[in-house]
């Protein structure tokens, strides 16, 4: 589990394709403090640490993950937002996020407005229902609140310190990120009724 706040800006160092894809990710973790085995949000993916080195891990991602994530574009030198897991010590900044993404958006528009950048955000059609203006949504693992929402369409804000320090500086439209939808509109829309059709 994770909170959505970006802890280190990472960048693919390899990409071997095999039964599943290893990848190789340079950090500025200190890799001595992560074990084997670990979780670490890898732009809002949860992937398990298979192999490290001083300075970069290694993860592995199944045809699945491929095709339900953006990672089956990363190249060398991809950037990619980072986080290592919630623990109970620490402070909640962002929202939930559990690593478990729902699907592919499409940014749809970049302009600058005062010091910040606004994006205009296209999510698939299945997810629209389950994001509300001032909610919450994970975009490449990065916590953000929802200004308004325009159907197709969503926006954000991304302050300066986001934008400098995450891979969102430099996204232009076109460009694909990970999104998960907010868990409580999940299960919410999960319990409720579903609508039958007249007769």
Not at 37 to 65: M, N, Q, R, Y
Not at 118 to 127: D, G, I, N, S, Y
């Amino acid at each position: 589990m994770f909170t959505g706040l970006i802890s280190d800006l990472g960048r693919v160092r390899s990409i071997a394709k095999g039964g599943d894809t290893r990848i190789s990710i340079a950090t500025a973790y200190a890799m001595d403090s992560v074990y084997m085995g670990a979780s670490i949000a890898c732009s809002g993916v949860c992937l398990t640490v298979t192999e490290k080195g001083p300075d970069w891990f290694a993860v592995d991602a199944s045809e699945e993950t491929l095709s339900c994530t953006t990672i089956g574009g990363w190249r060398e030198g991809t950037a990619i937002n980072l986080e290592r897991p919630l623990t109970l010590a620490d402070e909640l900044g962002g929202h939930l996020v559990f690593g478990h993404v729902d699907g592919v958006a499409e940014i749809a528009d970049r302009r600058e407005e005062s010091d910040s950048i606004r994006f205009t955000v296209k999510p698939p059609a299945e997810l629209a229902r389950f994001i509300a203006p001032k909610g919450c949504v994970a975009l490449d693992g990065i916590s953000l609140t929802v200004n308004e929402v325009e159907d197709p369409a969503f926006g954000v804000n991304i302050i300066p310190h986001t934008a400098e320090n995450t891979s969102f500086g430099g996204l232009a439209p076109g460009d694909r990120v990970n999104i998960e939808v907010d868990m409580l509109a999940r299960y919410v829309a999960r319990l409720l009724p579903q609508s039958r059709p007249e007769k």
